[in-house]
């Protein structure tokens, strides 16, 4: 007979919301606001994976102020940290050792933007929440969507703590908690745990297009004072990055001498030998950029995937009990680089939804109401901008200045996206890539980097980074493709080990190291790389990014 585990706690809502990122922290408030108006009481619970709101928001990020117009139109009485209004746009095309100023495109000039830290703005929109009557729970990951006798979503359950790399409880155990809701939305973010299980049970991307991703790679400086504009939005495209690989860079001047600083590469890059994070550290030596870090102190670092699918990657986001919202579901806008308003209104919009179904009016769709909503119409008009670089650097420049000026974004055509997994050349197809060594001033190493992102994990636990096959991680990854995943993880997780005297290596998985960034669950060419959630409050604790 096997050990019986404690019963779990059964807390009951009318509606959870998984995820306290934007858009789902924009849904709890929408709600609360709903029912306040109509003299209502609806339960609302916010669980986030992160020890904090923001822990594990990383962004550029200018933002558009759209949605939190609408949502509370006196943020700035209420002293929301959007202290930087976006003044001077500039968009570079690098070559190794020039910049040359092309003009903005109209998706990517900022007048009415400001240049913020996502992860606080996230901490502010908690603080809304609560004071409407919002219950959030940080530090605890829901780990399995709880289902009904019908098949309905009926909730989710958090992991259980305590549990040991053996899978057996420790001594610190403790069960987790089933959060039992009328109505789930789903704002994990991108690439979500639960969101994967949801698409595949319920068949949401059935005759859509596969979602498509990039790696975003981010550092904060704090600044020479005599280096820091604030207000300024720098957008490059080019070198580093090769004529083929979709990628450009982003500098933004934030206050108090601050400098946000990354590099976006898209995952359906060819070359094996690539490494995003190698990438990014070159960029910062290029003669028009590295003048910005001289003298000035790097303090923190991240990496996360985004989604650049865009609209024909939008899957069905309604099933039988809650909803996808946010970047769990792609409302990324690729060509303005910007997806938190747009995620926050698919929140609004899913709440409003969600609240006449509360009220047993006629069954509303998510989906269908943000085909209604100015959402839709942002990203219909950019859908083929994208996936037009898939020709190159050249040709997608020249098609989107064709869709955008000549055009009018009325294109009767729409281009379709490939799965990034399956893009990536086999090794002996490729060029292998020098990188210089890190000088420890503007460049770093993945080790150093990591440990400036606070990421830590209870060491004994079983591995959120799963193998459904662990052969294929030598007979494939290795023999074909030269171990990829040791290059396109940014935070030094996967290594490829040489005993002395084996016939063979083996791949060896530092877990303790994720950044929670997804990449190796989107990009590994066989989709053998499974990642699920840690314990509650692992991973990066992001300050200020």
Same mark, same amino acid.
């Given at each position: 007979?096997?050990?019986?585990?404690?019963?779990?706690?059964?807390?009951?809502?009318?509606?959870?919301?998984?995820?306290?990122?934007?858009?789902?922290?924009?849904?709890?408030?929408?709600?609360?606001?709903?029912?306040?108006?109509?003299?209502?009481?609806?339960?609302?619970?916010?669980?986030?994976?992160?020890?904090?709101?923001?822990?594990?928001?990383?962004?550029?990020?200018?933002?558009?102020?759209?949605?939190?117009?609408?949502?509370?139109?006196?943020?700035?009485?209420?002293?929301?940290?959007?202290?930087?209004?976006?003044?001077?746009?500039?968009?570079?095309?690098?070559?190794?050792?020039?910049?040359?100023?092309?003009?903005?495109?109209?998706?990517?000039?900022?007048?009415?933007?400001?240049?913020?830290?996502?992860?606080?703005?996230?901490?502010?929109?908690?603080?809304?929440?609560?004071?409407?009557?919002?219950?959030?729970?940080?530090?605890?990951?829901?780990?399995?969507?709880?289902?009904?006798?019908?098949?309905?979503?009926?909730?989710?359950?958090?992991?259980?703590?305590?549990?040991?790399?053996?899978?057996?409880?420790?001594?610190?155990?403790?069960?987790?908690?089933?959060?039992?809701?009328?109505?789930?939305?789903?704002?994990?973010?991108?690439?979500?745990?639960?969101?994967?299980?949801?698409?595949?049970?319920?068949?949401?991307?059935?005759?859509?297009?596969?979602?498509?991703?990039?790696?975003?790679?981010?550092?904060?400086?704090?600044?020479?004072?005599?280096?820091?504009?604030?207000?300024?939005?720098?957008?490059?495209?080019?070198?580093?990055?090769?004529?083929?690989?979709?990628?450009?860079?982003?500098?933004?001047?934030?206050?108090?001498?601050?400098?946000?600083?990354?590099?976006?590469?898209?995952?359906?890059?060819?070359?094996?030998?690539?490494?995003?994070?190698?990438?990014?550290?070159?960029?910062?030596?290029?003669?028009?950029?590295?003048?910005?870090?001289?003298? =000035?102190?790097?303090? $923190?670092?991240?990496? &996360? /995937? +985004?989604? @650049?699918?865009?609209?024909?990657?939008?899957? %069905?986001?309604?099933?039988?009990?809650?909803?996808?919202?946010?970047?769990?579901?792609?409302?990324?806008?690729?060509?303005?680089?910007?997806?938190?308003?747009?995620?926050?209104?698919?929140?609004?919009?899913?709440?409003?939804?969600?609240?006449?179904?509360?009220? =047993?009016?006629?069954? $509303?769709?998510?989906? &269908? /109401? +943000?085909? @209604?909503?100015?959402?839709?119409?942002?990203? %219909?008009?950019?859908?083929?901008?994208?996936?037009?670089?898939?020709?190159?650097?050249?040709?997608?420049?020249?098609?989107?200045?064709?869709?955008?000026?000549?055009?009018?974004?009325?294109?009767?055509?729409?281009?379709?996206?490939?799965?990034?997994?399956?893009?990536?050349?086999?090794?002996?197809?490729?060029?292998?890539?020098?990188?210089?060594?890190?000088?420890?001033?503007?460049?770093?190493?993945?080790?150093?980097?990591?440990?400036?992102?606070?990421?830590?994990?209870?060491?004994?636990?079983?591995?959120?980074?799963?193998?459904?096959?662990?052969?294929?991680?030598?007979?494939?990854?290795?023999?074909?493709?030269?171990?990829?995943?040791?290059?396109?993880?940014?935070?030094?997780?996967?290594?490829?080990?040489?005993?002395?005297?084996?016939?063979?290596?083996?791949?060896?998985?530092?877990?303790?190291?994720?950044?929670?960034?997804?990449?190796?669950?989107?990009?590994?060419?066989?989709?053998?790389?499974?990642?699920?959630?840690?314990?509650?409050?692992?991973?990066?604790?992001?300050?200020?990014?």
């Amino acid at each position: 007979m096997g050990e019986e585990r404690p019963a779990r706690e059964v807390m009951e809502y009318d509606m959870v919301v998984v995820g306290a990122g934007p858009a789902g922290l924009a849904a709890a408030i929408r709600i609360k606001q709903l029912a306040a108006a109509a003299e209502r009481e609806i339960a609302v619970c916010v669980v986030e994976k992160g020890s904090e709101v923001g822990a594990h928001i990383i962004s550029g990020a200018v933002f558009e102020p759209r949605a939190l117009n609408e949502l509370i139109p006196d943020w700035r009485y209420r002293g929301a940290p959007l202290n930087t209004p976006a003044s001077d746009d500039r968009f570079l095309l690098l070559t190794r050792s020039r910049a040359l100023r092309l003009p903005t495109p109209p998706q990517m000039k900022n007048h009415g933007n400001y240049i913020i830290s996502l992860g606080n703005l996230c901490r502010w929109l908690a603080g809304q929440a609560e004071a409407l009557g919002v219950e959030i729970y940080p530090g605890f990951a829901a780990a399995e969507v709880l289902y009904d006798n019908a098949g309905r979503v009926c909730g989710v359950a958090t992991g259980d703590m305590g549990i040991g790399k053996d899978g057996r409880p420790t001594e610190r155990h403790q069960p987790g908690v089933e959060l039992r809701a009328k109505e789930t939305l789903f704002a994990e973010g991108c690439r979500g745990s639960l969101t994967k299980t949801l698409i595949e049970r319920f068949h949401l991307r059935d005759g859509i297009d596969p979602q498509t991703y990039a790696i975003g790679i981010k550092e904060l400086w704090e600044a020479d004072p005599s280096q820091h504009r604030p207000g300024l939005v720098i957008h490059t495209v080019g070198w580093p990055l090769d004529a083929s690989t979709y990628g450009g860079s982003f500098l933004y001047h934030l206050e108090d001498r601050l400098i946000s600083v990354g590099l976006v590469v898209g995952l359906d890059y060819k070359n094996p030998y690539l490494s995003p994070f190698e990438e990014f550290q070159r960029l910062k030596t290029h003669p028009a950029i590295r003048p910005f870090f001289e003298g =000035g102190r790097r303090i $923190a670092y991240g990496a &996360r /995937a +985004l989604n @650049e699918g865009g609209f024909q990657s939008i899957p %069905r986001l309604d099933f039988p009990g809650g909803a996808l919202i946010g970047a769990a579901a792609g409302f990324m806008n690729v060509p303005k680089i910007k997806g938190s308003h747009t995620a926050m209104k698919s929140g609004m919009v899913a709440a409003e939804a969600v609240f006449r179904r509360l009220n =047993g009016d006629q069954p $509303a769709s998510v989906r &269908r /109401a +943000l085909e @209604e909503s100015w959402v839709w119409d942002e990203l %219909r008009r950019v859908r083929n901008l994208r996936p037009s670089f898939r020709w190159g650097l050249w040709a997608g420049l020249a098609y989107s200045a064709f869709d955008t000026y000549i055009l009018r974004a009325a294109a009767p055509w729409t281009f379709h996206h490939h799965a990034d997994h399956t893009q990536l050349a086999p090794a002996n197809a490729a060029h292998k890539i020098t990188y210089p060594q890190p000088d420890g001033r503007i460049t770093f190493d993945r080790l150093s980097s990591v440990f400036i992102s606070n990421t830590n994990h209870e060491e004994d636990q079983p591995p959120h980074l799963r193998l459904r096959d662990p052969a294929k991680a030598i007979a494939v990854n290795y023999r074909l493709y030269d171990s990829p995943e040791q290059r396109y993880c940014p935070a030094a997780v996967y290594e490829i080990v040489h005993p002395e005297g084996a016939s063979s290596p083996y791949l060896q998985i530092n877990a303790q190291n994720c950044v929670h960034c997804k990449t190796c669950d989107i990009k590994d060419p066989e989709q053998n790389i499974d990642w699920v959630v840690p314990e509650g409050g692992g991973g990066p604790n992001y300050p200020n990014m």
